[in-house]
């Protein structure tokens, strides 16, 4: 059965940090790209950062440049986004999702084959 688990959530003040995990199994994690989605209410699903399946290809939406990153430990099946500088616009649900098309790095929600439950980032005043 094929499940990403996405974990490290949470409320935390503008300015703060939080990490998030997204835990793979059940296929083939060194062969896809992986990509982390938010999806704030009323909003449609943004694709946020996505690293390909050997972590040599990362790409960042303009809005969290600089202030998030995206890692890969292919041995533990497992990719991380850092956040940090949190601002209010940041909060949503965060979803991790894989692409079997691992050489790329598309932040387009139609280019995934799975998709994990998401956890909610919340982000103070």
């Known amino acids: 059965e094929v499940q990403l688990q996405a974990s490290g959530g949470g409320l935390v003040q503008a300015g703060g940090s939080l990490r998030l995990s997204c835990a793979a199994s059940?296929?083939?994690?060194?062969?896809?790209?992986i990509a982390w989605f938010r999806q704030a209410p009323g909003k449609e699903r943004e694709g946020v950062a996505c690293?390909?399946?050997?972590?040599?290809?990362?790409s960042y939406a303009d809005s969290v440049k600089g202030r998030f990153t995206i890692s890969r430990d292919n041995d533990k099946n497992t990719v991380y986004l850092q956040m940090t500088s949190l601002k209010l616009e940041d909060t949503a649900v965060y979803y991790c999702a894989a692409d079997l098309r691992g050489w790329r790095t598309s932040r387009a929600p139609n280019d995934y084959d799975y998709w994990g439950q998401g956890t909610l980032v919340t982000v103070s005043s």
């Open positions: 059940g296929f083939s994690f060194g062969d896809y790209a």
């Open positions: 690293i390909s399946r050997s972590g040599s290809i990362i």
